[in-house]
């Protein structure tokens, strides 16, 4: 199947500090890329959903000033999450679409360990 | 919103076959998947089912489909140590929403 790379597997970083996530589709072109946040022993909660060269569309809830997304070309978005306080820490996972659209499966990143200390 | 529920433990002995439930209430989704997650890491889909088919096999694993009641099912044969993960049901074609996930044991 298609290969998702996503970047770094794990960060710690220090309270009021912002760090960047990284999403690459290898071997396919992403039109379309989903960042989700998985809590311990609970399911994936799509965060927001970007489409290239487009704004991102966020869910219910999710702050866009604190968690940034840019999807500026078919193999790469970035998650930066800005001034991280100890409730981000959380597992990140993205997953990528290529260009055949709606249902089509979509392939996931390894995830992100997030840790703020 | 769009919901999937499946329950979050289940322990089968080794050797024996293991069902994992799920329901969802998106009835437009093109198509319902099963993903598996291993101990701190990524999603690896194991399969997914086109909602117009009832079943779909794939070697040890077999994904029944009963549109009328939203009801999927994994069905896992002869069960691995390996199997033991977490088990996610997904719906959805633009976006897809995921089940709790299901804690699956193999017992010895």
């Known amino acids: 199947g298609a290969v998702v790379s996503q970047h770094p597997s794990r960060v710690i970083c220090k309270s009021g500090t912002s760090v960047k996530i990284e999403c690459r589709s290898l071997d396919f072109q992403a039109t379309t890329m989903f960042w989700y946040r998985q809590f311990p022993k609970q399911s994936l909660m799509l965060m927001a959903t970007s489409n290239e060269g487009s704004k991102a569309t966020y869910e219910q809830g999710v702050e866009k000033d604190k968690f940034l997304i840019n999807h500026a070309s078919l193999t790469l978005s970035t998650l930066t999450v800005t001034s991280a306080h100890p409730e981000d820490s959380s597992f990140y996972i993205c997953s990528a679409r290529g260009r055949q659209g709606r249902g089509t499966e979509a392939f996931f990143g390894q995830g992100t360990r997030l840790t703020v200390v | 919103g769009e919901d999937v529920e499946q329950s979050l433990f289940l322990s089968v002995r080794e050797g024996d076959s293991s069902v994992i439930n799920c329901t969802y209430t998106?009835?437009?989704?093109?198509?319902l998947y099963w993903y598996k997650q291993e101990p701190g890491a990524g999603l690896q889909l194991l399969t997914y089912?086109?909602?117009?088919?009832d079943m779909k096999q794939d070697q040890r694993l077999t994904v029944l489909l009963n549109k009328k009641d939203k009801h999927l099912s994994l069905r896992i044969a002869d069960t691995q140590t390996g199997d033991s993960a977490i088990y996610f049901c997904?719906?959805?074609?633009?976006?897809?929403?995921f089940g709790k996930g299901t804690r699956l044991h193999i017992l010895p």
């Open positions: 997904a719906s959805g074609d633009d976006k897809i929403i």
């Open positions: 998106d009835s437009s989704s093109t198509y």
């Open positions: 089912i086109f909602s117009n088919m």
